[in-house]
């Protein structure tokens, strides 16, 4: 998946010949599941139309102050549109362009958003070669790399002018990928690799029964979807569940009990930086596993169990330089409980659920949890989507990373 999916892009297009090709530019960040806008100076009207590029965006293209096609919406908002925006390109940035972007110089919707853009922005210059090399062009650069934006530099070949050089706008294809290298190596957790748990375990009573809970596992595939989306990489050790994942950066390991949940975690947790567990393991399992089905007959009949090893206090026992994040759910003396289970498993930070809490556990689409760390500093948290609290549990990461550097 790329990293644009999803994401909020403004495109704004001036005007020089290279225009024509941002209708595959639309197309490709469409294709990479991302969402477009357009914004045009009026001249860049004349390479290519707005309707072409409306088509393409799925969305109107905005060109002026003035709406004229809207009665009720007469005014076209510079600001909603830059702060809509994830990503900020420019493309093509003719000489003229980048000169106003430059200096302020607002006298179009383009440079109205570009100055009202808090994202970042990306602007891919488009010239004739001794436009491009001149001194006035490459002051323009600096000043626009000392503002932050980052250039998409042009290439090399044949020119509308007939004149062969630098100056050609980079091809779509090639400003995407230059983009999502970019978002990638700049993502908090790039190289960062991270254990998540999931699901709940099944423990074998005989070939066709089990013990097992009403976990969905969910709040684990939402963290290790956003983990992965933040460029980690993720081992998802998972116990059955619906869910499955298809990102290149996510290897899952499919378990069914906790002893082979145990297993995998320990094969892995001397590699990673971080380790989430967010499976609801079985704490006991049947001591014997009946080889045949086993067969009523009494009116009473008794299992006796056996507790399954703690993989997290293990872990936690284990961990040198890890991250250790714990969950708790808990229905009385939550705090309490918490804390003990911090201390018994060694963690840096556990995620407690209580069942007091309407929304929160199992089979819900969200969850209310409390963050309390080592140091038993609490932090109640809203109730929200478990892709939020996920959310929320990756920054927790991310601070802790900030604080090492
Ligand atoms: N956990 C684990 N291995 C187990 C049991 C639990 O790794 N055998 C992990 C869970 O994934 C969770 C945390 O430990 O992150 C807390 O689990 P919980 O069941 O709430 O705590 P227990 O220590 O089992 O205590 P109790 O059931 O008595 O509350």
Redesign the pocket.
């Given at each position: 998946m790329s990293v644009l999916n999803g994401k909020k892009i403004l495109l704004g297009v001036s005007g020089g010949i290279a225009a024509y090709k941002t209708a595959s530019l639309v197309r490709l960040f469409i294709k990479a599941g991302a969402h477009v806008q357009v914004i045009m100076t009026p001249a860049s009207k004349d390479f290519v139309t707005p309707l072409t590029l409306s088509t393409l965006s799925k969305n109107p293209v905005y060109s002026s102050f003035y709406n004229e096609e809207d009665e009720n919406e007469k005014w076209n908002n510079h600001v909603e549109l830059a702060l809509w925006a994830d990503l900020m390109i420019i493309a093509p940035a003719t000489a003229n362009t980048l000169s106003k972007m430059t200096s302020g110089t607002c006298d179009n919707l383009l440079i109205a958003a570009y100055l009202s853009a808090k994202c970042p922005v990306y602007f891919a210059p488009a010239m004739d070669l001794d436009m491009y090399k001149h001194p006035s062009t490459i002051a323009n650069f600096y000043s626009l790399a000392q503002f932050g934006n980052v250039i998409i530099p042009a290439e090399t070949g044949e020119l509308a002018s007939g004149l062969s050089g630098e100056g050609r706008m980079a091809e779509p294809e090639n400003i995407v990928a230059f983009i999502e290298d970019d978002l990638s190596s700049k993502l908090p957790l790039k190289g960062k690799k991270i254990l998540v748990?999931a699901g709940p375990t099944y423990e074998a009573i005989d070939p066709v029964r089990f013990i097992g809970n009403h976990s969905s596992g969910k709040m684990g595939y939402d963290i290790a979807t956003c983990a992965a989306n933040l460029g980690a990489a993720v081992i998802l050790v998972s116990g059955p569940t619906n869910y499955n994942v298809s990102n290149p950066l996510i290897t899952i390991i499919n378990v069914i009990s906790?002893e082979e949940m145990y297993v995998a975690c320990h094969q892995f947790f001397g590699d990673v930086d971080v380790a989430i567990?967010?499976?609801?393991?079985?704490?006991y399992k049947p001591k014997n596993i009946a080889k045949q089905k086993i067969k009523k007959a009494a009116d009473n009949f008794v299992i006796e169990l056996e507790k399954?090893?703690?993989?997290?206090?293990s872990l936690g026992a284990l961990k040198k330089n890890q991250f250790l994040i714990?969950?708790?759910?808990?229905t009385e003396n939550e705090i309490e409980?918490a804390k003990q289970?911090i201390q018994k498993?060694n963690l840096d930070l556990i995620v407690l659920n209580s069942l007091q809490d309407q929304g929160a556990g199992f089979g819900k689409p969200t969850n209310k949890v409390t963050f309390i760390d080592q140091f038993f500093n609490q932090e109640p948290m809203e109730l929200k989507s478990k892709e939020s609290v996920a959310e929320d549990i990756l920054n927790k990461v991310i601070a802790h990373f900030e604080k090492l550097k």
């Amino acid at each position: 998946m790329s990293v644009l999916n999803g994401k909020k892009i403004l495109l704004g297009v001036s005007g020089g010949i290279a225009a024509y090709k941002t209708a595959s530019l639309v197309r490709l960040f469409i294709k990479a599941g991302a969402h477009v806008q357009v914004i045009m100076t009026p001249a860049s009207k004349d390479f290519v139309t707005p309707l072409t590029l409306s088509t393409l965006s799925k969305n109107p293209v905005y060109s002026s102050f003035y709406n004229e096609e809207d009665e009720n919406e007469k005014w076209n908002n510079h600001v909603e549109l830059a702060l809509w925006a994830d990503l900020m390109i420019i493309a093509p940035a003719t000489a003229n362009t980048l000169s106003k972007m430059t200096s302020g110089t607002c006298d179009n919707l383009l440079i109205a958003a570009y100055l009202s853009a808090k994202c970042p922005v990306y602007f891919a210059p488009a010239m004739d070669l001794d436009m491009y090399k001149h001194p006035s062009t490459i002051a323009n650069f600096y000043s626009l790399a000392q503002f932050g934006n980052v250039i998409i530099p042009a290439e090399t070949g044949e020119l509308a002018s007939g004149l062969s050089g630098e100056g050609r706008m980079a091809e779509p294809e090639n400003i995407v990928a230059f983009i999502e290298d970019d978002l990638s190596s700049k993502l908090p957790l790039k190289g960062k690799k991270i254990l998540v748990t999931a699901g709940p375990t099944y423990e074998a009573i005989d070939p066709v029964r089990f013990i097992g809970n009403h976990s969905s596992g969910k709040m684990g595939y939402d963290i290790a979807t956003c983990a992965a989306n933040l460029g980690a990489a993720v081992i998802l050790v998972s116990g059955p569940t619906n869910y499955n994942v298809s990102n290149p950066l996510i290897t899952i390991i499919n378990v069914i009990s906790a002893e082979e949940m145990y297993v995998a975690c320990h094969q892995f947790f001397g590699d990673v930086d971080v380790a989430i567990a967010a499976a609801a393991v079985a704490d006991y399992k049947p001591k014997n596993i009946a080889k045949q089905k086993i067969k009523k007959a009494a009116d009473n009949f008794v299992i006796e169990l056996e507790k399954t090893k703690d993989i997290l206090a293990s872990l936690g026992a284990l961990k040198k330089n890890q991250f250790l994040i714990g969950f708790a759910l808990e229905t009385e003396n939550e705090i309490e409980n918490a804390k003990q289970k911090i201390q018994k498993k060694n963690l840096d930070l556990i995620v407690l659920n209580s069942l007091q809490d309407q929304g929160a556990g199992f089979g819900k689409p969200t969850n209310k949890v409390t963050f309390i760390d080592q140091f038993f500093n609490q932090e109640p948290m809203e109730l929200k989507s478990k892709e939020s609290v996920a959310e929320d549990i990756l920054n927790k990461v991310i601070a802790h990373f900030e604080k090492l550097k």
